[in-house]
Antibody
Framework: QVQLVESGGGVVQPGRSLRLSCAASGFTFSNYAMHWVRQAPGKGLEWVAIISDDGGNRYSADSVRGRFTVSRDNSKNTLFLQTNSLRPEDTAVYYC????????????????WGQGTMVTVSS | DIQMTQSPSTLSASVGDRVTITCRASQSVNTWLAWYQQKPGKAPKLVIYKASSLENGVPSRFSGSGSGTEFTLTISSLQPDDFATYYCQQYKNYPYTFGQGTKLEIK
């Protein structure tokens, strides 16, 4: 079945880095844009970044631009989020999310979510 | 950025009630509006897309309406499984933005 499994979260000091990964299965990964969405403890959802199906286009939220980089390896069906210069306000569960494709009526919605990986930034 | 505002923030209701959650956008998003349901400790799940289209597998007691800047999510007869937090999201422009959420509680 369609599945997204995140990994790489943990506890890290402010200013340090983490690389989050998301392993995709059950669908043709290279055909779909992918997103990262985060949720701080007890708070709402915040969109973080998108990468196009071929990796050629990327866009990120102002709050992370210049610090976080989204990438993908279609040969390994894996999505990444490199998080640098981490701040306490980056503490959140990070979700990997598949975008519904342009040939479906629900185009551009977030139709499949991973279970999330927790990132805690604390000294 | 397009700001999304939901009301109420919390809604207390009983099984069998009809409930409506409102979402307002700071500028028109046409019908590029989705609703997600999230239960504690779980990832969100798509419920409604294109303002009024029901995602596959979602019960027909859920419905969405609206266009432009005002939208509603209605649950016609609440079931125990429906108690959760609901988020609206605009996907007209980047950055895609979510409402702050509406927690639907058992009265």
């Amino acid at each position: 079945q369609v599945q997204l499994v995140e990994s790489g979260g943990g506890v890290v000091q402010p200013g340090r880095s983490l690389r989050l990964s998301c392993a995709a299965s059950g669908f043709t990964f290279s055909n779909y844009a992918m997103h990262w969405v985060r949720q701080a403890p007890g708070k709402g959802l915040e969109w973080v970044a998108i990468i196009s199906d071929d990796g050629g286009n990327r866009y990120s939220a102002d709050s992370v631009r210049g610090r976080f980089t989204v990438s993908r390896d279609n040969s390994k069906n894996t999505l990444f989020l490199q998080t640098n210069s981490l701040r306490p306000e980056d503490t959140a569960v990070y979700y990997c999310v598949k975008a519904a494709p342009r040939w479906e009526p629900k185009v551009d919605t977030f139709d499949i979510w991973g279970q999330g990986t927790m990132v805690t930034v604390s000294s | 950025d397009i700001q999304m505002t939901q009301s109420p923030s919390t809604l207390s209701a009983s099984v069998g009630d009809r409930v409506t959650i409102t979402c307002r956008a700071s500028q028109s998003v046409n019908t590029w509006l989705a609703w997600y349901q999230q239960k504690p400790g779980k990832a969100p799940k798509l419920v409604i897309y294109k303002a009024s289209s029901l995602e596959n597998g979602v019960p027909s007691r859920f419905s969405g309406s609206g266009s432009g800047t005002e939208f509603t999510l209605t649950i016609s007869s609440l079931q125990p499984d429906d108690f959760a937090t609901y988020y609206c999201q605009q996907y007209k422009n980047y950055p895609y933005t979510f409402g702050q959420g509406t927690k639907l509680e058992i009265k």
